[in-house]
């Protein structure tokens, strides 16, 4: 498949802020891509090489991508710096420097899908003494075969600048209409996705096989499965309204999610978000690898303690072991323990369609095949009434959780899902909203006084999964420091965008807009109708939205979550309809 047929979809879907076009646009590309290489072009799509728990990255750093556009442009860096100050992105430079370049291309040859992709993943795989020279050499002679719209993509891709405001729903859309015919056969898609977590391995099935062959792909070992999602519930009251009848609750501890898959001597810890974050946690990997257990995924959360007290600390003491060097040092200083709470696969069977209180049971085998006080069960009590919740929400709290998770006692696990079966309970409302929401950053204001040349405030959204979009309910610019300043600006620096995301709802201006990536935890003392916000737009009162009053960030950036995890518009309504009857009462 000639690349220039990908770049005239990518050009497309860049400069349009409608969902559905980026819908048919994608089905478009698809209905003229070989299946033999949908793969490919779905992971492209995506800005990897590979399925997210792979790990694979492109390696390049700006300065080297620099050294290899001088060398294909024939322009010195310092000349390159100069354009760049002006564009401000590496693919828009690349493209008039090699627009501008004193050598013809080096190949007649028509550039194609496959000898973008083999190169690009030649560049992440080589390593070692001499790696960067090499990777330059390879990039160099990439794009000196492409024509500067190509080789545009291809840096852009590098540096992991492709915003093409396409999610994963979008991209199952486009998939099923274009095989299928229908959209309707998207939830069989989602399916497999939840279960392999790898987009183009369900593409490229669809594409050469059959729906009959999506719905065969199961859980397997070491390819994550995508987790299952709790409801928040606003009080102990609504809570048994939802579980009618007994109920498993367990502590919600403040630390990291992560899912354990255990092979045959072989261990692989992958995060809430799929990646894998074996190398963070060796003491977790090292009890696993020792223990009896084989062929087996499990749930658990990672939490950080004091080696002299044993108490539980913040999650963000617990990010300081995401690091990739001085790692015996963080595991000195920052202990952990791992508390199991789920299993989906044991003994080289999936266990996801059993009921919460069997999988439950299959846990106490497994933790007693461990045989590591490091690796224990989540504690548990079966609950029966309002009043033994309340019980265990305040123990809960008093051991210092962030609240408790009940569970239905005969729910399965459901991948990928959010829904009732498993429920949040942080806190009961008073008059205030007392709980954290985690909000995506989407725009900003620039700072001005001791804030200039950082960001005042940001735009924050909450996600609508009707229609896969971020609704606008607060601004804030309070609860920063210094430190989260300049930590935030640097990361979202590369996800800047000089107009508004497709799939962001927004009616305020901003100074800048941002792919919508970055998650942070806010507290807020209520919520209020607002003319101006998107969330809840019409649902409480025609022509308005729902808004945080004196909104304040906690520290807390959710490097967990992915952006589709945020709080959702639902619960903001629930919120709100639940705050304004306690106040009433």
Known sequence: MEFSLLVNAFEQMET????????????????????????????????????????????????????????????????????????????????????????????????????????????AKTSGPGSQEIKIKLVTGLINECSPREARYVIKFIVGSLRLGIADNTVMDALSLAFTGSKKNRVLLENAYNSSSDLGQVAKILAT?????????????????????????????????????????????????????????????????????????????????????????????????????????????????RRKHRVSEAMKNYPVYLNVFDILYYDGESKIQLPYKDRRKLLEHLIAEINDRRVLLVPQEIVEDEKSIARYLSKALHAGCEGIMVKQLESEYRAGARGYAWIKLKKEYGSNLTDTLDLVIVGALYGRGRRVGRYGALLLAAYDPTSDTFKTTSKVGTGFTDQHLSDLYNNLEKYLLMHKHPRVDASMPMDIWFEPKIVIEIVASEITLSPIHTAGMNTVKENYGLALRFPKFTGKVRDDKIAEDATKIEEIVSLYKQQKRTISN
């Open 209 to 321: 096989e059959s729906l009959d062959a999506i719905e065969k792909i199961k859980i397997s070992l070491f390819k994550p499965v995508r987790p299952m999602l709790a409801e928040r519930s606003p009080t102990i009251e609504d809570v048994f309204k939802q579980v009618k009848g007994s109920a498993a609750a367990e502590f919600k501890l403040d630390g990291e999610r992560i899912q354990v898959h255990k092979g045959k001597g072989h261990v692989e810890l992958f995060s809430r978000r799929l990646e894998k974050i074996t190398g963070h946690f060796p003491d977790i990997v090292s009890i696993i690898v020792e223990s009896r257990i084989s062929n087996s995924i499990f749930e658990g959360e990672v939490v950080a303690i004091d080696p002299k007290t044993l108490e539980f600390l913040p999650f963000q003491v617990l990010m300081r072991r």
């Open 16 to 123: 349009t802020t409608s969902r559905l076009s980026l819908t048919d646009y994608l089905v478009q590309l698809f209905k003229i891509t070989p299946p033999e290489e949908i793969e490919k072009v779905i992971y492209l799509i995506q800005g990897k090489l590979r399925p997210d728990f792979e790990g694979i990255e492109m390696g390049l750093a700006e300065k080297m991508i620099l050294r290899a556009l001088a060398h294909s442009s024939g322009k010195n860096v310092a000349s390159l710096l100069e354009i760049y100050r002006s564009t401000g992105d590496l693919g828009d430079l690349t493209k008039e420097a090699m627009a501008h370049r004193n050598q013809t291309t080096l190949s007649s040859q028509v550039m194609t899908v496959e000898r973008v992709y083999s190169v690009l993943f030649k560049i």
